[in-house]
């Protein structure tokens, strides 16, 4: 049961850790709640709207803050939780929620995909009164994020995170916690020193606890939520190190490598290892920039051949790992820039290291048949990198002004033409 007395006193225990305001959104509510409101005004918002609010929402506007301190940027009063939901809480006031256990990824996806290509108006209304249905939103995680607190269906009485760029891959997420946990749970994080950035898309619980619940669970994706929540803590026990190192499900070799790289470098680097040799050289490339600078360069070698294998590696990944060794050479990467097959991204980007290598003015040739590639990216990033690289010739001058000319109304290469043209 929410008490203003103990949310008091987690709030003020969140604060003695978070001295210097520096969680994300603290800066705004300051740890602080706004003078509670009365049930009679609670009572004529649901009158005037038909909806009934959850209890624990109810107690917590009346009896602990109308508004303040909350996960994010803080809880909304309830003047801004009209002024922020008026738009629809009088649409749907029968309607049965959208966003419930039963809404899938992939009918999310589907329905956000219809809206795309809606051009009739009152359809793509429609559709988005059915989404909104239930909703209400509380507070904001910034930008086009909110959180949202369910008045109907599956959910009701629970958080959810919403995203209004309502994209087809980015659906609604359930977070599960009901309103009093959700709130209370978050300054309790803060107060353990835990980190809160990512706060209800992982569990909760301490390290012992976590792995106890990953080894009783048969769902990969309950595992893998598991064994991400450790990225909460400041560091991690020598139990649950060797915890992640014995791991056996290679579902899991991504996320207990970003970990073991996070908290135990040295065992992150000897599994990168076994995974860069070809356990899993998917993960190992996923997690290759968050090898020390300085241990990178052992790596230069296999990480080239995989550039150039076939394969499902995130080449541009590689690329970037290639650019942060001290011995990374343009000639190493000068095939794959000129390599038509490859992909237009992957292409500009390796011209890109090329232009940051200690040896680019020996390529000065090549650069300038990049320069008159026919893809228009892969030009512009050969043009950038000459001058980033600081090179100078008869023959690039000659093609700078060549440039001038075939591109004499595009004003992004003309800004970076006029860079090395009198």
């Known amino acids: 049961m929410l008490n203003r007395e103990v949310i008091e006193n987690i709030l003020n225990n969140a604060k003695s850790v978070d001295k210097d305001l520096e969680v994300f959104g603290a800066g ?13 005004k609670v009572h004529e918002f649901e ?6 609010l959850p ?58 995909d219809e809206t795309d290509e809606l051009e009739d108006d009152e359809k793509y209304e429609e559709i988005m009164s059915d989404i909104y249905a239930g909703i209400l939103v509380i507070g904001t995680k910034g930008c086009t994020y909110d959180n949202i607190l369910m008045c109907k269906g599956s959910e009701r009485g629970k958080i959810v995170y919403f995203d209004w760029n309502l994209e087809g891959g980015c659906p609604p997420y359930l977070t599960g916690m009901n309103f009093e946990d959700w ?30 619940q ?13 064994v991400t929540s450790f990225s909460r803590f400041k560091k991690l026990s020598p139990d649950t190190i060797d915890f992640l190192i014995n791991i056996k499900e ?8 970003w970990l073991l790289l996070k908290y135990s470098s040295e065992h992150g680097i000897i599994l990168f290892e076994k995974f860069l040799a070809g356990e899993d050289e998917m993960a190992a490339v996923e997690r290759a920039g968050m090898l020390p600078k300085e241990k990178k360069d052992k790596f230069y070698q296999p990480m080239l051949r995989l550039l150039y294998q076939e394969n499902k590696v995130d080449k541009l ?32 980007t390796a011209v890109y290291v090329m232009g940051k290598c200690p040896d680019a003015e020996e390529y000065i040739d090549e650069f300038i048949m990049l320069m008159k590639d026919k893809s228009y990216w892969v030009a512009h990033a050969a043009l950038q990198g000459t001058i980033s690289a600081g090179l100078d010739s008869t023959e690039l001058t000659e093609c700078y002004r060549w440039m001038a000319q075939q591109y004499a109304d595009d004003s992004t290469m003309q800004k970076n033409l006029a860079l090395v043209i009198d």
């Open 317 to 348: 990944r590689i690329l970037f790992f290639l650019k942060d060794c001290s011995g990374s050479c343009a000639g190493d990467v000068l095939a794959y820039a000129m390599n038509t097959d490859n992909p237009e991204d992957v292409r500009k």
């Open 214 to 226: 990953y080894k009783n669970s048969d769902l990969i994706e309950q595992k893998k939520k598991c």
């Open 183 to 212: 709130y209370m749970n978050y300054f309790k994080e803060i107060a353990a020193g835990y980190n809160v950035y990512q706060y209800g898309y992982y569990y909760l619980g301490n390290e012992e606890e976590l792995m106890n």
């Open 55 to 112: 209890e624990a929402y109810v107690t917590f506007l009346t009896q602990i803050g109308n508004g303040g301190a909350g996960p994010d940027y803080g809880l909304y009063s309830l003047e801004q939780v009209e002024a922020w939901n008026r738009d629809w809480l009088n649409q749907n006031t029968e309607k049965q929620p959208f966003i419930d256990e039963k809404m899938t990824a992939a009918k999310w996806k589907l329905v956000m």
């Open 28 to 40: 705004k509510h300051k740890y602080q709640l706004n003078p509670v409101t009365t049930l009679e």
């Open 47 to 52: 009158k005037k709207y038909g909806l009934t």
């Open 250 to 257: 290679k579902e899991m070799n991504d996320i207990r490598l």
